[in-house]
């Protein structure tokens, strides 16, 4: 049987791990501080996406945070394969061009989330339409073909039945 935490053994374990996650950031900002600075000032858009979206699933975090990513990561490779240094990221963020892909994926990220819904919505009203018309002209073919009383027979059918 599986045992059950207390709420104070939970908080204890929350911790545990937090702290856990701390170390192993200051172990990979001591190794690593340039990819750190870079993708902390890169992904400021995906960070204020997250900050501006209060429901549960996130959506608008993913979507602008993958388009973010997609925007920083050849410089990140370039920063990774040419020079790994603090010069270097002053030096891409220096660049208009390279802030512009940067910031720009994410405001294609913005666009996307924004204008898809209701091209979404547009698409399952028009596909709920033609469901509709499709019903209708069956059951005119079934009014042909078993005649007008079917219907009313059902209704008392279901009537007696409850």
């Known amino acids: 049987m599986a045992q059950q935490r207390s709420g104070a053994e939970k908080k204890a374990l929350s911790i545990k791990y937090w702290l856990y996650g701390v170390f192993v950031f200051l172990i990979l900002a001591w190794i690593s501080?340039?990819?750190i600075i870079f993708i902390a000032g890169g992904m400021i858009p995906t960070f204020v996406a997250w900050v501006c979206d209060r429901s549960k699933e996130k959506y608008t975090?993913?979507?602008v945070?993958?388009?973010?990513?997609?925007?920083?990561?050849?410089?990140l490779l370039s920063l990774w394969t040419e020079n790994h240094s603090v010069q270097a990221?002053?030096?891409?963020?220096?660049?208009?061009?390279?802030?512009?892909v940067i910031y720009g994926s994410a405001g294609l990220g913005w666009a996307l989330f924004l204008s898809l819904p209701p091209v979404v919505a547009a698409f399952i009203n028009?596909?709920?339409?033609?469901?509709?018309?499709?019903?209708?002209?069956?059951?005119?073919?079934?009014?042909e073909d078993w005649g007008p009383q079917v219907p009313g027979d059902a209704?008392?059918?279901?009537?007696?039945?409850?």
Not at 91 to 98: H, K, L
Not at 126 to 142: D, I
């Open 33 to 35: 501080m340039p990819s």
């Open 61 to 63: 975090t993913f979507c």
């Open 65 to 75: 945070g993958a388009l973010n990513l997609s925007g920083v990561f050849p410089y």
């Open 89 to 100: 990221v002053m030096d891409i963020f220096g660049d208009v061009f390279s802030l512009s």
């Open 126 to 143: 028009v596909m709920a339409q033609t469901r509709l018309k499709t019903l209708a002209n069956e059951q005119k073919t079934l009014l």
């Open 155 to 162: 209704e008392k059918l279901n009537h007696k039945a409850q």
